[in-house]
């Protein structure tokens, strides 16, 4: 018996299996099931000692693994390139006087935004300061900078921009 095995209680595997299960049927990929489940695995040997109850080993075990392919995802879609599929092209690229119009458009839409909402946009997006950041120096919290940026967007989408 593995050190590892000792850890766990003797329903783990079961509960493996059905993890595996889940996660096959979440992700519709072969691949990224097995990786979230090889994960929930090394978390559960990791962690088996903060579960205190081993009734409740399933459903944290369910939770780890919506959690893992949750953080799989995101890892996988930060990852991936957009590809043109064949046959199209790139947008044919501004010239230089439409890219300064487009640009000053830009900004006349940002300074008419409100005053909060336009500090964060520039932080954000003129300056590339993270959103933890902006939460520092606003003095607020990291979801009130997203929220604010959110405003931002939607205003300027009113506005005509895209």
């Given at each position: 018996m593995s050190a590892a095995s000792r850890l766990l209680p003797p329903e783990f595997d079961r509960y493996l299996s059905d993890v595996r299960r889940h996660c096959l049927r979440v992700s519709r990929d072969k691949h990224l099931a097995e990786d979230a489940v090889q994960d929930?695995?090394?978390?559960?040997?990791?962690?088996?000692?903060?579960?205190?109850?081993?009734?409740?080993?399933?459903?944290?075990?369910?939770?780890?693994?919506?959690?893992?392919?949750?953080?799989?995802?995101?890892?996988?879609?930060?990852?991936?390139?957009?590809?043109?599929?064949?046959?199209?092209?790139?947008?044919?690229e501004e010239d230089e006087e439409d890219s300064c119009r487009r640009t000053q458009s830009i900004l006349r839409a940002i300074r008419r935004l409100p005053g909060p909402?336009?500090?964060?946009?520039?932080?954000?997006?003129?300056?590339?300061?993270?959103?933890?950041?902006?939460?520092?120096?606003?003095?607020?919290?990291?979801?009130?900078?997203?929220?604010?940026?959110?405003?931002?967007?939607?205003?300027l989408r009113r506005q005509g921009l895209r």
């Amino acid at each position: 018996m593995s050190a590892a095995s000792r850890l766990l209680p003797p329903e783990f595997d079961r509960y493996l299996s059905d993890v595996r299960r889940h996660c096959l049927r979440v992700s519709r990929d072969k691949h990224l099931a097995e990786d979230a489940v090889q994960d929930v695995f090394l978390i559960a040997v990791r962690r088996a000692h903060t579960v205190r109850d081993p009734e409740h080993w399933r459903g944290w075990l369910f939770r780890v693994a919506r959690r893992r392919l949750a953080d799989l995802y995101r890892d996988r879609r930060r990852r991936s390139a957009v590809e043109l599929p064949a046959g199209l092209e790139a947008p044919a690229e501004e010239d230089e006087e439409d890219s300064c119009r487009r640009t000053q458009s830009i900004l006349r839409a940002i300074r008419r935004l409100p005053g909060p909402v336009r500090v964060a946009v520039r932080m954000r997006y003129l300056k590339g300061d993270s959103l933890k950041d902006i939460a520092t120096q606003l003095e607020t919290t990291i979801d009130a900078v997203k929220s604010s940026l959110y405003r931002a967007r939607r205003l300027l989408r009113r506005q005509g921009l895209r």
